[in-house]
């Protein structure tokens, strides 16, 4: 996919809906709204396994943590 294209179209958070978590298997499944040009375009679960849940929770807690400092730095 080229860059011009991946500009025009995103996902986001589907606020309506709550993340959920199968205690049997282990999935987390996380609603997302798809977007073309901010037109909604659909609705579509990001679902993955546990493991696969922690490392996204684990890099996006560093990539906050680094940002709060950066600007805890600025000021």
Not at 13 to 40: I, K, M
């Amino acid at each position: 996919m080229r860059a011009s294209q991946t500009m025009k179209s995103h996902a986001s958070l589907d606020r309506g809906n709550a993340p959920t978590f199968n205690a049997d298997t282990g999935e987390v499944r996380v609603p997302l709204s798809l977007y073309r040009l901010d037109e909604h375009d659909g609705d579509v679960p990001l679902v993955l396994s546990r493991a696969e849940a922690v490392r996204l929770r684990d890099a996006l807690a560093d990539l906050l943590r680094d940002r709060q400092a950066a600007a805890r730095d600025a000021s």
